[in-house]
């Protein structure tokens, strides 16, 4: 897992299972205690957070403590980067987008909304060059995410009264993104931002969170990066601690909520929390 994922489509080649039901996961600058190094995986050694939590951590997410070295272990190290161990459970012949290669691994999203590393052996067809990338949005992405939520709404009717377009956020989004419990990505293809979307919590609901602003200009459509951005922010909500993911759109979307769908919400008969989108009218809902 990266901030900068350069997305890739691959195909799997077998089935597999996780081996592992609750992996190491741990934020950047949690302290860490290297234990030991593996042979068969040289770019990974099994590390333990202070809280006891444990697992095989990728050498580029932490940096050790001065003076220590790996080949004097136990080791303190300090993590680096947000991290998480978790695998991907894969079903053969099924398509997923991958990142870059990791020691032998791929951080992976499924069309199914989950996120995790998948074998690089474990993988065929996997495309040569990167089809976008996928980040966490800046503060000089204000301006193009505005203009895609603005440009791309009226397409599908959504610019009257009682839609998104309308709030007040849209005008600075990074700084709305940035409060606790949000996260808000930006897909671009060649360096122009063609899409983003996010998640923060539903007003009203405790636990639930809300995937919010997801639109993406034409080019950006048919080539993954809404089951890529589904999958990221699903597995950021986990990682803030919601249980529950939901999101409210509008008749006409079919393609939207054929993926919304693919990646496990289910369609709910109301409206939830306090959104103010009264003009939409289909409701969605996914357990997390």
């Avoid at 860490?32 to 990728?58: A, M, Y």
């Avoid at 204000?142 to 005008?171: K, L």
Wanted: net charge negative; with cysteine; aromatic share 10%.
């Amino acid at each position: 897992m990266q901030n900068h994922e350069l997305l890739r489509a691959a195909v799997a080649y077998a089935g597999r299972r996780p081996t592992r039901e609750h992996p190491i996961a741990f934020d950047v600058g949690t302290p860490l205690t290297v234990i030991r190094n593996d042979d068969e995986w040289p770019d990974f050694h099994w590390c333990v957070t202070p809280q006891g939590s444990e697992g095989w951590v990728l050498r580029s997410a932490f940096e050790l403590a001065d003076e220590a070295s790996l080949d004097a272990l136990p080791a303190r190290a300090v993590a680096i980067t947000d991290y998480d161990a978790h695998e991907l459970a894969l079903v053969p012949g099924e398509r997923l987008l991958v990142g870059d290669d990791q020691g032998g691994w791929r951080w992976g999203y499924s069309v199914t909304g989950d996120a995790g590393w998948v074998r690089k052996s474990d993988l065929t067809q996997v495309e040569d060059a990167p089809r976008f990338v996928m980040r966490p949005m800046r503060s000089t992405d204000d301006a193009a995410i505005a203009d895609i939520i603005r440009s791309v709404m009226p397409e599908f009717g959504a610019d009257g009264p009682g839609f998104a377009i309308h709030d007040a956020e849209v005008a600075a989004m990074h700084s709305a993104y940035a409060r606790p419990g949000t996260a808000y990505f930006a897909i671009e293809v060649s360096g122009t931002v063609l899409g983003g979307g996010g998640i923060a919590p539903l007003d009203g609901v405790d636990g639930v969170c809300e995937l919010r602003k997801m639109y993406f200009r034409p080019g950006l459509r048919g080539l993954g990066a809404g089951t890529a951005l589904i999958g990221r922010c699903l597995h950021s909500a986990r990682r803030l601690g919601y249980r529950r993911c939901y999101l409210e759109t509008l008749t006409g979307m079919d393609a939207a909520q054929a993926l919304y769908e693919r990646a496990g919400f289910e369609c709910i008969p109301e409206a939830m929390g306090a959104t103010g989108h009264f003009g939409c009218n289909r409701f969605y809902l996914r357990a997390l």
